[in-house]
């Protein structure tokens, strides 16, 4: 308990301290001065991009830029308490699962009329900006910059030393792989993602054990209470329980399962490009490359692809500038420069297939984006409250799935159950859906069946 309490304390006063800043920021007065808040800061990137601004203020003589880098663990929570203090910035970097809260809010900017009038979209991945509009029909509020599409990465000293010569092509194959690197003294098979921003592969799972991308369906049912879903799952929880993942890596999120790879603790890493940049400071170029994610029971595979991009708050005095810093930093020159060192996949076509072109690092990738077997799978971030469900309520629930104080059929309901009633929702406010189709003992049939 008093654990809890120092750490609300020091969220507190490190929200004081942004808020103060903030305050002081505006009540300079000055009408050209930006405030930008990144939310996935590191020094490298950081610098990268106070160096990218700096060009942006040298090119428009007066107006200035100030940053609010927020660290990404605590970036959601940071946020919301600055907006709801009503400081509130004049651009923000938007991950795609946050944007929807945003919008329905009322809070972010309308930039459709602004890209229409742009030559910055000309070559544009015309399915990254299809996915950056949410499935809304009234407007585009966030601007995509690249993507993370997922892939797995693996230890080739490890497989080597188990014996492994052949790549897990299948879901199976990954299991017993798995299975056989853990044999090793202090190894492990899989760097599991419990925490924060674990959810993605769980989306994955169910997609690519049903064979469909589709997160519903036809009945407007969320997929998690499929019967290959729900066996998927049980193996989960089964390879956790077997010593396949390490024990404390229900509680790792990003930086922890790239350290728990390049310290050759696990032999296999579900994670987007940017984890390449880590491993490359910490390995031997040759003992590590990527492979596509493992293929499903109907023989494909969807891994997640997650978008970020830039948004601007409808309540910025400075929204012209606003706008005229995001041509800036989308320009074909700095996007290329920012994911290389951020490790994304660019909003640009032709600059990713330079980059992802060549090399075991990124065959994985590759692997992905040039065989229709492998599909991109984005999760249902159009849908209100999955900001909140993807961050806390999936998360926590699929820790107590695996260390055994809640069932896998009970998690499968939590699961389906929100997922069901946000797409009923979502659908009845496209006033494209009748209730008569779909009831309260649609639900309960589902939650049903999943037991």
Known sequence: MKNKLIIIFILLMSILIISWNVIKFNQNGNSNKLLLVEVISSPHRSKLLRQQLNEFERKHDGVQVEVISLPWGQAYEKLSMMVRGGTVPDVIEMPDFWASRYIKSGLLENLQPSLDASLVKSDFSKELLKYAYLKRQDGLYVIPYGSYLRALIYNKKLFAAAGIKTLPLTFDDFVAVSAKISQLPNKYGF?????????????????????????????????????????????????????????????????????????????????????????????????????????????????????????????????????????????????????????????????????????????????????????????????????????????????????????????????????????????????????????????????????
Request: hydrophobic share 40%.
């Open 191 to 451: 760097c599991f993602h419990g925490a924060r921003g674990g959810a993605v592969f769980f989306y994955w799972l169910a997609t690519t054990m049903n064979g469909s991308v589709e997160h519903f369906d036809a009945s407007h049912q969320s997929i998690f209470s499929k019967p290959k879903v729900i066996q998927a799952l049980r193996i989960i929880k089964q390879m956790y329980e077997k010593g396949y993942f390490p024990r404390d890596s229900i509680n790792w999120g990003f930086n922890e399962t790239v350290a728990g790879f390049y310290a050759n603790r696990c032999a296999m890493l579900h994670q987007s490009p940017d984890a390449l940049l880590a491993l490359k400071k910490r390995m031997n170029d040759e003992d590590y490359a990527s492979m596509p994610m493992p293929l499903g029971p109907a023989g494909k595979s969807f891994p997640h692809l997650g978008f970020i991009g830039w948004s601007v708050f409808k309540q910025s005095m400075h929204r012209k500038n606003a706008w005229l810093l995001l041509e800036h930093l989308l320009s074909k020159k700095n996007n290329r420069a920012w994911s290389i060192q951020a490790g994304i996949v660019p909003v640009y076509q032709d600059v990713a297939r330079h980059i992802f072109s060549s090399g075991e690092h990124n065959r994985g990738w590759y692997k992905e984006i040039a065989d229709d077997r492998w599909q991109y799978m984005i999760n249902p971030n159009y849908l209100d409250g999955i900001d909140y469900f993807d961050s806390v309520v999936m998360i926590q629930s699929a820790q107590e799935m695996l260390l055994g104080s809640k069932t896998v059929e009970e998690v499968v309901a939590i699961w389906s159950e929100f997922l069901t009633r946000a797409e009923h929702n979502w659908l009845k406010q496209q006033n494209n859906f009748h209730e008569k189709e779909f009831s309260d003992n649609h639900l309960r049939e589902s939650r049903n069946g999943s037991r």
